[in-house]
């Protein structure tokens, strides 16, 4: 599967370059005009088309390409130099490090955001909280109706993921269960979309998904689905509570967002953006915007405007935390 994507994605990236090629009124490349293309985790996709929609209503003559890929497939792309940018949920090894060197890939790289992973519910399951211990044990198959845990007539359980080689589906292998193996009633889907299909409809179904994911519409737009001109006065406002206030109210209404807690803590807590901030919300990870691209190209520019005060003010609209925003702009429940 590895090498089919990293095959398409290399004619992709051909293309991409033919037609660019061809159109001679193309602007030249620049840190804020041309083409580039990058490579995401696709649990970050919805965060990253809005970074692109804004970068690009700013720069009229930049064009980005972001493609989405599983973790590991974006990180081989970088390392394959068939891209110079990757959105992944960590930052690079010292080896890997040390190996872009040695073909003068000069690395950076910089937190941008910490993402949260939420646990959702059917409506009509009457759980709302879970520990952490309680969570494992339905993942390995200790748990398998909802009766186990509390009186609960939802039925056997059911756990559903975005896809197979999904980060998160790393992420709660190894924290929650210390690397031991999913049980037979956990199942893939093909898309985040599809996830929340699931637990809608099925009554014992319980998904994993990241919590950008709870505020949008699942088509490529926000909740609230602002234009590009109205989001970018919003984001151009110096009060940024706003936009973490209408995130926090904005969580899917057609599920419910099963609260978290740790095994030797009896408050449970949800993802919110405070929550993460405190640690309280247990499920949470760094995300790294990583480049190799040289100094005054499209791709380094767009680097640059991902650890901007308007890019940290459009991760905070989507749910999770900015990596450089202090407390006082991220508002509580």
Known sequence: MRAEYLSYFSLAVLLTIILASCDRNKPTDSSTSGLA????????????????DV????????????????????????????????????????????????????VKSQKIAVDAIAVIANNENPIEELSIEELKNIFIGKYTDWNDISPNKSGKIMIVFDNQGSSTVKYMRDSVTGGQLFAK?????NSNKEVFEVVKNRKNALGIIGVTWLNTDLDGGTANGVDIK??????????????????????????????????????????????IYTGDYPFFRSIYAISTAPSGSLANGFYSFLTSVIS?????????????????????E
Not at 90 to 106: G, N
């Open 312 to 332: 940290q003010k459009i991760i905070l609209g989507t749910g999770i935390l900015p990596a450089m925003m202090p407390q006082r702009n991220v508002a509580l």
């Open 230 to 275: 109205t989001k970018m006065e919003q984001l151009e406002r110096n009060d940024t509570t706003e936009l973490a206030s209408e995130m926090n109210n904005n969580f899917a209404k057609d599920l419910k967002v099963v609260a978290i807690r740790r095994n030797d803590n009896p408050i449970a807590y949800k993802p919110y953006q405070y929550y």
């Open 55 to 106: 970068f690009e209503y700013r720069y009229p003559n930049a064009n980005i390409i972001p493609y989405y890929a599983s973790e590991s497939d974006a990180v081989d792309s970088l390392l394959q130099m068939k891209t110079s940018m990757i959105i992944v949920p960590h930052e690079l090894t010292a080896e890997q490090v040390e190996y872009l060197d040695s073909h003068k890939k000069r």
């Open 37 to 52: 293309s990058l490579v995401c985790d696709e649990s970050f996709e919805n965060i990253l088309n809005q970074e692109v």
């Open 185 to 189: 009633n956990v199942y893939a889907q």
